[in-house]
């Protein structure tokens, strides 16, 4: 069974063919993936293997050099970022997720910039709902939350905007294991329970496909393995092969600007 | 006593137009993160406009916001003709301030070219004068004093009541970040371009006001006191420029009143050394830090 097969009817993001990178060589060559509504598709592999240029080239950052990336039908590459936010394409980076200097509130008010006073008050009482944590935080500055309530008030900025693509950059980057597992548990399989498409990028592999629906590996730039997340995690050899294959000593190319 | 309360006095008002500037100056790095040393010459090219408009009978305040408003238009032309665009090749900020220096010489000399060498003034704006405790300020004085106060209240509205303000505020912060929420960063840092411009030239205006004559060098001898203003208020923050604007007005009228005037800016500048010696980031430098993603 592919991915097509199994996500085809609600396919929202699909990436036919993309080689990207900075002007160099390319840093990711002909990649094929799909994203369906509802689906958590986790993107992992070493460092370096172009997991980020991936998602800068779906963001209009890096440059594409070949290929489309589609959003619900409509080709929508290199469009520049505040387009694809309009278009419906929300993204949480793996850093500088938050704008420090500005309130929780403020935050979640930008999160919902497109959207008139209205709306964005609606939409602040449904991201608080997801999360009630910050409801007592509204009027703090988020430089002076936890990494933990940083990464909610990322998490909830971006459904102000109610994206029907979510590209979430490592998000458990630099939380604690327990924090971690609690943010892909409760929080990020909630956005695609929520019928969102979440496009994952995650260092953390086996924490990841446990909350994903799909899994692609990259490696040096080119899709090696795309499976069912279940199935892949179920395989002794196959865990084999994803643990392996995130040693420390690969290259790290990933690193250009 | 009465020479320290006279000096604090003064120190106020020469606080007020170095806030006004610094204000703007630090609104244009906040958003720009360009340092932009040309801010000095547009200074005096306000102070020039007004001087046209008041050579032709127009108020000196209406000159102020007529001036303003056509330095805030030539800074938003400025950016994006020159700057952004620099930017947006990768430019280095140190190489970006070297352009903005050479700009400003540039300007000084056309300045020079066409209104000549000499040294210029407004005239006698009004002999009246405002008695208020133990200060006695000229209507100039409090004037510039009152006006700076309700355009630093304008601007805070701005940045923290409207969604327009926070956008800018959100785009200081992290420009990636803001392009992702579907703010349009571009038209967001002409706006601020304009805001600031129209603060340069208010400043330069004011600035022509209070002093009895000046020539083409009037911006670049106030830019350094109004750097140190913005830095000392942590640079890129507004408010953080408005108390410095006000420490550094106050400290160097008081100290040029206890000793000797030429030691006017050494006192401001012993100042800021010790504070950022204390705090490197400046006074407000910590509330609105973040890595700065330069992507146009």
């Not at chain 1, 592999?45 to 589609?70: C, D």
């Not at chain 2, 420490?247 to 100042?271: C, L, Q, R, T």
Request: hydrophobic share 50%.
């Amino acid at each position: 069974m592919s991915s097509a097969d199994v996500q085809k009817p609600f396919l929202a993001l699909a990436i036919r063919g993309i080689t990207a990178g900075y002007g160099g060589p390319p840093i990711v060559t002909n990649l094929d993936m799909d994203v369906a509504k509802g689906k958590v598709v986790a993107v992992v592999g070493p460092n370096g293997a172009g997991k980020s240029t991936l998602l800068k080239a779906i963001l209009g950052i890096a440059r594409v050099e070949s290929g489309r990336v589609e959003l619900n039908g409509t080709d929508v590459t290199g469009l520049p970022l505040e387009k694809l936010a309009r278009l419906g394409i929300g993204y949480v980076p793996q850093v500088d997720d938050v704008f420090d200097g500005l309130r929780v509130r403020e935050n979640l008010d930008m999160g919902g910039y497109l959207f008139n006073k209205h709306q964005r008050a609606e939409r602040m009482e449904r991201a608080l709902t997801v999360f009630p944590q910050l409801r007592p935080r509204l009027n703090r500055y988020v430089e002076t939350l936890s990494g933990g309530e940083r990464k909610m008030t990322a998490i909830a900025r971006v459904l102000m905007l109610d994206p029907s693509v979510l590209v979430l950059d490592e998000p458990t980057a630099g939380l604690s294991p327990e924090l971690s597992k609690a943010v892909l548990e409760t929080q990020v399989r909630a956005l695609g329970d929520l019928g969102k498409a979440v496009l994952l990028v995650e260092q953390k592999a086996v924490a990841a496909l446990g909350i994903s629906d799909w899994a692609y590996m990259l490696v040096r730039g080119e899709v090696v393995m795309s499976a069912d997340a279940k199935e892949v995690l179920a395989k002794p050899d196959m865990r084999e092969i994803f643990l392996g294959a995130t040693a420390p000593n690969e290259v790290t190319a990933d690193r250009a600007p | 006593m009465q020479l320290i309360i006279e000096a604090i006095g003064f120190g106020i008002a020469t606080g007020a137009v170095i806030a006004l500037g610094a204000v703007g100056f630090s609104v244009q790095f906040g958003i720009s993160n360009i340092l932009n040393i040309t801010y000095g010459a547009l200074m005096t090219l306000s102070a020039y406009i007004g001087l046209v408009l008041i050579n032709h009978g127009i108020n000196a305040w209406a000159a102020l916001a007529i001036s303003a408003v056509a330095v805030g238009a030539v800074s938003v032309i400025y950016h994006r003709i020159l700057l952004a665009p620099l930017v947006r090749r990768g430019t280095r900020a140190i190489a970006m301030i070297i352009v903005t220096v050479s700009a400003g010489t540039i300007l000084q000399y056309v300045i020079v070219a066409i209104a000549g060498p000499s040294s210029q003034s407004y005239g006698e704006q009004s002999g009246q004068t405002f008695h208020f405790l133990d200060l006695t300020l000229s209507f100039g004085q409090v004037t510039i004093i009152v006006l700076t106060a309700i355009l630093m209240l304008a601007l805070h509205l701005l940045l923290t009541r409207t969604t327009l303000g926070k956008a800018m505020r959100a785009t200081s912060s992290n420009r990636t970040l803001a392009r992702s929420c579907g703010i349009a960063t571009s038209r967001i840092s002409d706006i601020a371009w304009f805001i600031s411009g129209c603060l340069c030239g208010a400043a330069g205006v004011a600035l022509a006001i209070t002093t009895v004559s000046f020539d083409f060098s009037l911006g670049a001898l106030f830019l350094i006191p109004m750097i140190a203003a913005a830095v000392l208020g942590g640079i890129g923050q507004p408010y953080g420029a408005m108390l410095g604007g006000m420490i550094i007005g106050i400290s160097s009228e008081v100290a040029a009143a206890v000793s000797n005037p030429n030691y006017k800016d050494v006192v401001a500048f012993v100042i800021l050394i010790i504070v950022l010696l204390v705090r490197p980031r400046g006074l407000f430098g910590a509330a609105w830090s973040s890595r700065r993603l330069m992507e146009g």
